[in-house]
T-cell receptor, first 113, second 111 residues
Framework: NAGVTQTPKFRILKIGQSMTLQCAQD?????MYWYRQDPGMGLKLIYY???????DKGEVPNGYNVSRSTTEDFPLRLELAAPSQTSVYFC????????????FGQGTRLTVV | AQRVTQPEKLLSVFKGAPVELKCNYS??????LFWYVQYSRQRLQLLLR??SRESIKGFTADLNKGETSFHLKKPFAQEEDSAMYYC?????????????FGKGTLLTVNP
């Protein structure tokens, strides 16, 4: 039972570099989310998707991009990494718009230096 | 706009003591509320949802619409309850659904 899988688990980037955080789920969930978790700040929603081909901005979308070409995958792209993007990133998915549980990946710890 | 407030960043209790983690929300529609827990080095996972009215690991939470609260309670805390707890609100209005989290409360249960 894989659930939600995120890769990589850890990454160090230099300022200005780009990278893609991968997220895949095998539960056929329509809804997928990207959050960042900063100490003392809780989780903030970056982007979310309600289905393949449909994405929308969350609270803190600046500096990020997403795509949802398939139901399973929801990659998060950082184009020009900045120190402010140092954080732990969580991907999550949920089945539908009903009262359902959100399942989380194990997170990606990103450091931008 | 929906908002979830957890007023305590840190909460420390002794084993066997009662514990209450506070959560207040702001939402104009009919709320769907959850408690998520993150144990050390583990992924975030669902603990409770208000609609189920269940008790998980001895924890309960009652939705109080008058006070717009969804506090998490346990009568006798255990050391294994030490974790980060997040209250979350699901937007059930309109065509899009988002899960909004509070800032979290770090619970430490001392022996």
């Amino acid at each position: 039972n894989a659930g939600v899988t995120q890769t990589p688990k850890f990454r160090i980037l230099k300022i200005g570099q780009s990278m893609t955080l991968q997220c895949a789920q095998d539960m056929n969930h329509n809804y997928m989310y990207w959050y960042r978790q900063d100490p003392g700040m809780g989780l903030k929603l970056i982007y979310y998707s309600v289905g393949a081909g449909i994405t929308d901005k969350g609270e803190v979308p600046n500096g990020y991009n997403v795509s949802r070409s398939t139901t399973e995958d929801f990659p998060l792209r950082l184009e020009l990494a900045a120190p402010s993007q140092t954080s732990v990133y969580f991907c999550a998915s949920s089945r539908d718009r009903g009262i359902t549980e959100a399942f989380f990946g194990q997170g990606t710890r990103l450091t931008v230096v | 706009a929906q908002r979830v407030t957890q007023p305590e960043k840190l909460l420390s209790v002794f084993k066997g003591a009662p514990v209450e983690l506070k959560c207040n929300y702001s939402y104009s529609g009919s709320p769907e509320l959850f408690w998520y827990v993150q144990y050390s080095r583990q992924r975030l996972q669902l603990l409770l949802r208000h609609i189920s009215r269940e008790s998980i690991k001895g924890f309960t939470a009652d939705l109080n619409k008058g006070e717009t609260s969804f506090h998490l309670k346990k009568p006798f805390a255990q050391e294994e309850d030490s974790a980060m707890y997040y209250c979350a609100l699901k937007n059930s209005g309109g065509s899009n659904y988002k899960l909004t989290f509070g800032k979290g409360t770090l619970l430490t249960v001392n022996p």
